[in-house]
């Protein structure tokens, strides 16, 4: 199956800055990738749709300007937690579908983010 | 509006034993309907598609749009079935944009 790789798999950061996790697809392109927050012991909620080369599209009572997405490439988005407080601390996780309709949506293994 | 339900945190079953987790959905549309596993410290898979229509890993899952479920099941669990099982469902109007909706969640643990 493809693969998708998130970077860094773990980060910790001081309260008030602001963290990239990079998600890629490695041996495919996604014209669309998706990136979901997942609390201990609960459901993937997702937070918005990163389309590459527009804007991405947020899910009701998720920050733009907090969360910030972009998707430059095919096979490259990120997703910058922008002034860090501990209640963002959480489990981050990516998908990509190859691009067409009917494709599987394949996911990272996650990056854990904790704020102190 | 899009809803994955499942009404199940934990199903703990011992080996051999029938294995049924439910899931129920609700969505106007024509769904697709998708089940998930998260093994242990491993990242999401896609356990099976109700489209395919086929049986992986001895599990199968049948879409009853009557009821609206989508119950994934197994006639003889094994050990290493023990694992994290969601429940998705994706709205079928096609293009790639298409989200995930996923429920909360069934936590399967086999017992020897």
């Known amino acids: 199956g493809a693969v998708v790789s998130q970077h860094p798999s773990w980060v910790i950061c001081k309260s008030g800055t602001s963290v990239k996790i990079e998600c890629r697809s490695l041996d495919f392109q996604a014209t669309t990738m998706f990136w979901y927050r997942q609390f201990p012991k609960q459901s993937l909620m997702l937070m918005a749709t990163s389309n590459e080369g527009s804007k991405a599209t947020y899910e009701q009572g998720v920050e733009k300007d907090k969360f910030l997405i972009n998707h430059a490439s095919l096979t490259l988005s990120t997703l910058t937690v922008t002034s860090a407080h501990p209640e963002d601390s959480s489990f981050y996780i990516c998908s990509a579908r190859r691009t067409g309709p009917n494709t599987e949506a394949f996911f990272g293994q996650g990056t854990r983010l904790t704020v102190v | 509006a899009q809803r994955v339900t499942q009404p199940e945190k934990l199903l703990s079953v011992f080996k051999g034993a029938p294995v049924e987790l439910k899931c129920n959905y609700s969505y106007s549309g024509s769904p697709e309907l998708f089940w998930y596993v998260q093994y242990s410290r491993q990242r999401l898979q896609l356990l099976l598609r109700?489209?395919s229509r086929e049986s992986i890993k001895g599990f199968t899952a049948d879409l009853n749009k009557g009821e609206t479920s989508f119950h994934l099941k197994k006639p003889f669990a094994q050990e290493e079935d023990s694992a994290m099982y969601y429940c998705?469902?994706?709205?079928?109007?096609?293009?790639?944009?298409?989200?995930?909706?996923f429920g909360t969640g069934t936590l399967l643990a086999v017992q020897p």
């Open positions: 998705a469902l994706r709205a079928n109007y096609g293009g790639a944009t298409n989200k995930l909706i």
């Open positions: 109700h489209i």
